[in-house]
């Protein structure tokens, strides 16, 4: 009974490290994808006017690329 119990502990534990690894992953790549865009270049973006204007806005604050 005590085995299952720690069993389910870890099992659970292994979940919720995946679940915030995810989150994190997801939240890095997000706060990325402007800068990447506007590195792209304008045409990356479909010449979208509303797209191209978020990105003009959000990109090009500093040009030292992300380690």
Known sequence: MRQHMLNG???AALIALVCLLGITAYTEVSKDLPR???MRGPK???KKAAQFKSC???CCASTAPSA
Do not use: G
């Open 9 to 11: 502990w870890l099992m």
């Open 36 to 38: 990447v865009a506007c």
């Open 44 to 46: 990356a973006i479909d």
């Open 56 to 58: 003009s806005t959000a």
